[in-house]
């Protein structure tokens, strides 16, 4: 069965400040934010950050719950009914690339053929892909990976998301969950893409705060860890949230260096942004008008940013 996707209407938030303006106060919602790998171990979980959001604007951290494989992290997202989730892993594939292999333009079809062929085979269909393109701009790119400054969904290495998407998406649809503008599922568990580097660098602009390699663990990445911290703790961001953390859980989200746990937190607070959204009666969680319902999109990612991320990279 086809999916269906209702139209993008309304328009898009600008901010959460904004939002709660205008907007009567919320109950308390549940909230997700899922920091996500490809090949889970004991030493390299999935992490989630279960919180909730209150009347305010606060977003209140209730634990962190790391799962090592893929049956664990489906009978998690089961186990709780009624949630908004944001998920570190691409929703969709460029427009561009599926348009050059062939592959069905509407979302669910696509996401079969997707994830019908093995890593391998993925492979070799994108560095195809890849070969036949000028220097500099050798992988397709998705409106919102402009907008978000984010990796191309086809990227197979550093970071592998295209294979993330590849074991992510299927998870989530047999855990039932809507995928909002994408897919239907349960009206009560929602999923949306979410980036921690999209608020990670509004923050910190270029500066590191994460790194799997131990030489790499500076007291440098430590400090920008607590400089997100204090900016989302204050409400310092375009969000407009502020999170609300215990003691030894701001100790947790500093102390570790591979920044998976704080990941999974700021995909959270976007995942808050979004519920906001919706409070107000903004389609798709306030996902823009623009989206492309094959493509996806980024969570709290503007089409404002579009020509300042192109200018950048010129």
């Known amino acids: 069965m086809n999916p269906t996707t209702k139209p993008l209407s309304k328009p898009r938030v600008e901010s959460l400040t904004q939002l709660q303006s205008l907007s009567p106060q919320a109950v308390a919602t549940r909230l997700l934010g899922v920091d996500f790998t490809s090949r889970p171990t004991a030493r ?7 919180a909730h959001h209150k009347e305010g604007g606060v977003v209140v951290l ?4 790391r ?23 691409p929703f969709g594939l460029p427009r561009e690339l599926v348009l050059e292999l062939g592959w069905p333009t509407e979302w669910h079809p696509c996401m079969k053929t997707f994830v019908s062929h093995t890593r391998p085979e993925l492979r070799a269909l994108f560095m195809a892909f890849c070969a036949k393109r000028a220097t500099g701009s050798k992988f397709a790119h998705r409106g ?11 990227k197979w290495v550093n970071p592998p998301v295209a294979y993330m998407m590849h074991a992510g998406v299927p998870v989530l649809l047999r855990a039932g969950l809507t995928l909002v503008g994408l897919h239907p599922g349960d009206p009560q ?3 949306l893409e979410a980036y921690p580097g ?6 910190l602009g270029s500066r590191s705060y994460k790194s799997d390699e131990r030489a790499k663990q ?37 102390e570790e260096p591979q920044g998976d746990a704080l990941d999974a937190v700021l995909c959270a607070v ?18 823009p008008q623009a989206m492309d319902p094959l493509e996806g999109w980024i969570v709290s990612a503007l089409p404002a940013q579009k020509a300042r991320t192109q200018s950048k990279k010129a």
């Open 218 to 254: 500076t007291p440098e990445r430590l400090i920008a860890r607590k400089d997100i911290l204090h900016a989302l703790e204050l409400g310092l961001t375009r969000l407009g949230l502020r999170l609300k953390l215990s003691h030894a859980q701001r100790e947790e989200l500093i």
């Open 270 to 287: 976007q995942a808050a942004w979004g519920h906001v959204a919706h409070l107000q009666g903004l389609p798709h969680h306030g996902l």
């Open 67 to 89: 799962v090592k494989s893929f049956d664990a992290f489906e009978t998690e997202l089961k186990r709780h009914e009624s949630y908004v989730g944001g998920f570190d892993l």
């Open 144 to 154: 919102t990976d402009l907008c978000a400054d984010s990796s191309s969904s086809m």
């Open 198 to 203: 999209l608020l990670a660098k509004e923050v």
């Open 62 to 65: 209730e634990q962190l719950v």
């Open 189 to 191: 568990r929602l999923g």
């Open 44 to 50: 390299k979980p999935i992490v989630m950050a279960w």
